[in-house]
């Protein structure tokens, strides 16, 4: 037996008790006579003594030999510790030690193993396996697997069945790029990793399941962020005999679970909202609601007053930043500079400040009297002390511009609390969406989507304005989830890849196995899909993914620890019948 208790749990009840411990080194403080050890392991530290009067000689001067991240045995006696601990939950204690024996020795690490390091992003990627030692990367790993586990718990509660479905399997057109995987035994032909289980949930619901779940690794060759990762974890769930209130119903009771037992805090229904209010009112499909500033459209009472700028424009939009007045000049310079760059695009910025005594001073006072600026704070929210942000351009590009600076802003004004939770529903989506480069419509979520009955005439006079029977879960303004009531007949889904530009060659050789499915009795169906990552690290109050993942890509799509991608030697490329041409 290595340990008779972990690092983290002995207290003042167990003094003059025998115990073994196992674990690393954390420090060592030589005193001459006496040497104090912190011994770490998953669950916390305990401080060992080691004393030139009551230790053995061979096991004193053992103690010396110690190294940072060392992994050693000890027997020992617990005792009264002089120097108490408060900040530990062992603080109480220490092991006056007996016997030790180094299990194995350790270099001197990198970085210090500590939860304020000195190790830099690149190395502790390097070094991950270290990196996991440290408080703030397990217990990210400890919290990713509690969101897990009530996930299971409270689906299986609800009798959803988790199943597994296949990683080799077909590529299809749609979505991001696929990885491909070359197969062996079939000489030139290819299995994709899946970017998701779409179809095989789908053929589940064919196949009587009702309720399927599954915690599944997906993945896309796409460029990535500080929220996105080649290889990703989803929650992927589908039940059949089902509309969009039910599944609506059951995915909210999850996310209002999850946020009661991980994090304590009880939310009511969630608020829901079109599509379009999401752009014309926030920007963007998955708005942060943790605070105000809503958009307000000023075209009918900023245009035609002998200012160009405006009257041009498709839209005049502004927002109201709270008790943002008494910014200065060098301030609201910045913020002009700030949408001016390359990554938001605005060409300029009209601002408006709101004084105490009601009367209002802007940067287009030469065209704009009180009685107008009036009626733009109106129009915006804005109240005294409050600084009115206008801009103006293309519709869709502006307010996406607004966008940005409301989260800029919010982010500078401390509004993003992490520690406060804000979920809603967003509806009613677009079915489709042009592709202005190629002039093709494309499915807006996937192939599978359904349109809204009431809609489908429109799919051949107006396509862009059919909406679809799909929603997204928004939190904190990141999409948690999303997902749609499915097409579960085979005339439907031949119509939906007519209009996404297939062939019925095409959506035979892609999908013929799915549209087979459909003529054996396919239920009416639907589903979600939450981004398991993105989800733990916002319960977690964070904005990135990457700590809550084990072994983490970089910004490249490499893994540094394992040095991975790499090439594969000749024989394997003969083997699989690939030969590999360098640009």
């Not at 990367?137 to 009530?150: G, I, T």
């Not at 209002?256 to 379009?276: C, Q, S």
Request: negative net charge; contains cysteine; aromatic residues 10%.
């Amino acid at each position: 037996m290595y340990r008779s208790h972990n690092c983290g749990e002995l207290n003042a009840s167990n003094i003059n008790q025998e115990v073994t411990l196992a674990g690393w080194v954390q420090k060592s403080r030589d005193k001459g006579f006496m040497n104090w050890v912190d011994l770490r392991d998953r669950y916390g530290i305990t401080q060992l003594l080691f004393d030139e009067s009551r230790s053995e000689k061979s096991v004193f001067e053992l103690a010396k030999t110690l190294g940072r991240e060392f992994v050693v045995q000890v027997k020992g006696t617990v005792i009264e510790r002089e120097a108490k601990n408060k900040n530990i939950a062992t603080g109480e204690i220490e092991i006056l030690v007996k016997e030790m024996t180094i299990l194995n020795a350790a270099l001197t690490p990198p970085f210090t193993i500590e939860d304020e390091t000195d190790g830099g992003e690149d190395i502790r990627m390097k070094y991950r396996y270290l990196d996991i030692r440290r408080n703030p990367v397990k217990n990210s790993l400890l919290f990713r697997h509690k969101v897990a586990m009530e996930v299971r718990k409270y689906l299986s509660d609800l009798d959803f069945c988790e199943v597994e479905t296949p990683y080799l399997i077909k590529s299809t057109p749609e979505g991001a790029r696929d990885f491909v995987v070359p197969s062996r035994m079939n000489e030139g032909q290819f299995y994709a990793l899946p970017q998701s289980p779409q179809t095989f949930k789908q053929l589940l619901m064919v196949g009587g399941m009702d309720k399927y779940f599954q915690i599944v690794k997906c993945f896309r060759d796409e460029d990535l962020r500080a929220d996105r990762q080649p290889e990703f974890t989803q929650i992927d769930c589908e039940m059949a005999f089902v509309e969009q209130e039910d599944i609506l119903n059951v995915f909210e009771g999850l996310t209002r679970h999850l946020l009661k037992e991980i994090k304590g805090i009880e939310v009511e229904k969630f608020p829901r909202i079109t599509y379009d209010y999401a752009m014309k009112t926030y920007g963007n499909d998955k708005p942060d609601i943790r605070f105000d500033m809503k958009f307000g459209e000023l075209n009918e009472v900023a245009q035609h007053k002998e200012f160009p700028v405006f009257n041009a424009a498709e839209l005049v939009v502004g927002i109201a930043a709270p008790n943002c007045a008494t910014y200065t000049r060098k301030e609201i310079d910045a913020l002009i500079d700030w949408v001016k760059r390359p990554q938001v695009g605005a060409s300029g910025m009209v601002h408006v400040k709101c004084e105490a005594d009601g009367t209002y001073k802007s940067s287009v006072d030469k065209f704009y009297d009180q009685e107008d600026l009036k009626k733009w704070a109106a129009i915006t929210g804005a109240k005294a002390g409050d600084m009115i942000f206008v801009l103006s351009g293309p519709a869709d590009k502006t307010r996406t511009q607004l966008s940005a600076l409301r989260m800029e802003l919010a982010t500078r004004l401390g509004l993003r609390n992490p520690a406060e939770f804000a979920p809603l529903w967003v509806v009613d989506f677009p079915l489709l969406e042009l592709d202005e480069e190629s002039g093709r419509w494309h499915a807006m979520h996937h192939p599978f989507t359904s349109p809204k009955p009431e809609d489908m005439d429109l799919l051949a006079t107006n396509p862009g304005k059919v909406r679809a029977n799909a929603y997204d879960m928004v939190l904190n303004g990141n999409e948690i989830g999303g997902g749609s009531i499915r097409i579960h007949d085979k005339e439907t889904q031949q119509l939906m890849f007519k209009y996404l530009g297939f062939t019925p060659e095409q959506a035979k050789e892609q999908f013929g196995f799915l549209m087979d499915a459909f003529q054996f009795g396919a239920p009416p169906h639907g589903g979600l899909a939450f981004g398991l990552d993105r989800l733990v690290a916002i319960l977690g109050g964070q904005e990135t993914i990457r700590d809550f993942i084990a072994f983490p890509k970089n910004n490249s799509g490499r893994d540094v620890m394992i040095d991975a991608p790499s090439v594969i030697d000749d024989a394997q490329l003969k083997e699989l019948h690939i030969k590999v041409e360098l640009k």
